[in-house]
């Protein structure tokens, strides 16, 4: 008989059966299953079993190779609940039994055997807890040694000392001659920039950047003579142009 048949005949035989509406549903399907006969009633039964986890499956259960024993553990543990009425001695050696034999916790669990579970699982958490942190020390980089350290002080003071050097530049009468006026006059000035703070505040922004910038060495006594001493360079302590107008200041600014 056609499936599809045999459940439209069967819901116009519930249709005839008195019950209340909200049971009715539920009483169809209870009921559905004691009209069937042959291999669909040899089916169902099929599907409804499920195949029963014994003890004994504990013992097959091996710890891999790259298996962390907190991995296992919880593996084990799911497998272990999945058994009906599983026996404490049971569980204890199958655990013991499935960890890899070089452990440490393998080889106190032979030398002193668990009574309980929960006892086994306290020795199993102290190993977990060991695991954890020699991994989390392995991820840690190891810190130089003495001899190192040394080492690598030395290099940062030479490199200290060179940066203080290059921080300078050299500065004298020749640094705006003629044949610079063409790079002069491509810097940009201070005011094209958008600056939000004023000369003053721009030079201490520079002042606290450190090494990061190259100041220019002070010029030398006797040859500011011929420059106008109304104008004055804080950026150069020099006078002859403003620190506005000073092209070492505006090329310092590109640079960085």
Known sequence: MDPFDYVSEYKQKMMTVTAI???KEACRCKGFVSTLLGPALRWLFAS??????H?????????????????????LNNEKVA????????AVEAFRRDLRYEL?????????????????????????????DVLARASIPSTPSVSSTSA?????????????????????????????????????????????????GILKALREMGDGVRWPRPPVEGQSWRKESKKKCEFNHDI???????????????RL
């Open 21 to 23: 509406a909200y049971v």
């Open 48 to 53: 409804s079993r499920k195949p029963q986890k």
């Open 55 to 75: 003890a004994g499956d504990l013992y097959r259960i091996t710890q891999g190779a790259n298996e962390t024993i907190g991995e296992f553990n919880t593996r």
């Open 83 to 90: 058994v009906r009425e599983c026996e404490v001695s049971i």
């Open 104 to 132: 440490d916790l393998y080889k106190q669990l032979t030398l002193h055997p668990c009574h309980s579970f929960e006892a086994l699982q306290e020795k199993a958490a102290a190993a977990i807890r060991l695991e954890e």
């Open 152 to 200: 690598i002080e030395k290099s940062s003071r030479k490199q200290s000392i060179g940066k203080k050097e290059e921080r300078y530049i050299p500065y004298g009468r020749g640094i705006n001659r003629i044949n610079n006026r063409e790079e002069n006059q491509q810097l940009h000035t201070l005011t094209e920039y958008g600056f939000t703070t004023c000369v003053r």
């Open 240 to 254: 002859g142009h403003t620190t506005e107008d000073c092209y070492t200041l505006r090329r310092e600014i590109r």
